[in-house]
């Protein structure tokens, strides 16, 4: 079979592996579409923010079908259409990280990783149930979002449009933040009702604008830029629910702390979506949401290396998928 390596810190090739063995816990999966992330890049120039090894095949946002079942594995069966988590061994191992992933024609999974994908869902659909899972847990931590929100999201990357996404299914009214313009046009394309530039004049002024002077009801920060962070507390009304969802490590930046008080704010951080998959499926399914008009390109695993440039391209693309 022919796989995508990372076969040390920046050294990317497509070559071939024997297919894997599966032992009696495990299943055999056929990949079908692999998205591309943000986190990919950090493994394979070294970063990552777990120790991992190398060769390491990467691939932890994707789709796929059962090709054979071990022994003992009695919930799933042959041609099963399936998703699967990314921390998992109770935690210790990262699929696509620390130990291999789905960017190859075939690969090992337990059972316990695994969910079930209804027909509703294309493979393409599928590959974006890890990211949106995370758009979802978002929701959930605001407490819930429905129509009664005014909703502000930080962030145009791939989890920033999902999370417009998700709240604007859920009823939202929401309103875009980000400064490329493509990617402010395709939140408006995939349900926001407004966008700001933030580079364009007063931020303040604008979310003023857009809310009547009141500021945002839930505040989701997407970028997991320090700046981008401090601002969500401004922008937020009274009693408003702010969601952390960006990730950075180590990084600073000034902030009105005082805001959490004054403005009686609800402040939470969220670190993927452990315990929600199940839910974030059933809700891509039964309301009809699509997240493929973020796919801005598509490759097949061939050109496993030409992905990879392709999804470094931000000025040009959102989300990248490898189809095996």
């Not at 090709?67 to 259409?81: F, K």
């Not at 059972?111 to 990211?131: C, K």
Request: proline share 5%.
């Amino acid at each position: 079979m022919k796989a995508l390596v990372f076969e040390e810190p920046k050294t990317a090739v497509v070559r071939d592996f024997d297919t894997p063995e599966i032992a009696a816990d495990e299943v055999l999966v056929r990949s079908r579409n692999v998205g591309i992330c943000h986190s990919d890049f950090e493994l394979y120039e070294g970063r990552y923010i777990i120790p991992v090894s190398y060769p390491i095949i990467p691939g932890h946002e994707w789709s796929g079908e059962i090709a054979e079942v071990g022994s003992a594995v009695t919930a799933l069966r042959t041609g099963d259409r399936v998703v699967g988590e990314c921390v998992v061994n109770n935690g210790d191992d990262h699929f696509g990280f620390s130990i291999s992933g789905a960017d190859a024609e075939f690969f090992v999974a337990k059972a316990s990783w695994l969910h079930l994908i209804p027909e509703e869902l294309s493979f393409a659909q599928g590959a974006f149930v890890e990211p949106f899972s995370v758009a979802y847990s978002a929701a959930v931590a605001a407490d819930g979002i429905d129509a009664s929100d005014r909703v502000a999201v930080i962030g145009g990357g791939p989890i920033g449009l999902l999370c417009t996404m998700a709240a604007a299914t859920m009823g939202a009214s929401v309103t875009l933040i980000e400064p490329q313009a493509h990617r402010r046009s395709l939140g408006l394309e995939i349900g926001a009702r407004a966008a700001i530039d933030p580079t364009a004049g007063s931020v303040a002024e604008q979310v003023a604008e857009a809310t009547g002077g009141s500021g945002f009801d839930v505040v989701i920060e997407a970028a997991g830029a320090p700046a981008a962070m401090a601002s969500a507390l401004p922008i937020a009304g009274l009693g408003a629910r702010v969601v952390l969802v960006g990730i950075d490590v180590g990084g600073s930046a000034p902030v009105e702390i005082g805001l959490v008080q004054s403005k009686a704010l609800q402040v939470r951080g969220i670190i993927g979506s452990a315990g929600l998959w199940p839910r974030t499926i059933r809700f891509m399914a039964t309301s009809g949401v699509d997240p493929t008009p973020l796919l801005t390109a598509t490759f097949p695993l061939a050109d496993g290396t030409e992905a990879l440039e392709a999804a470094r391209d931000t000025s040009r693309n959102v989300k990248v998928q490898i189809e095996c």
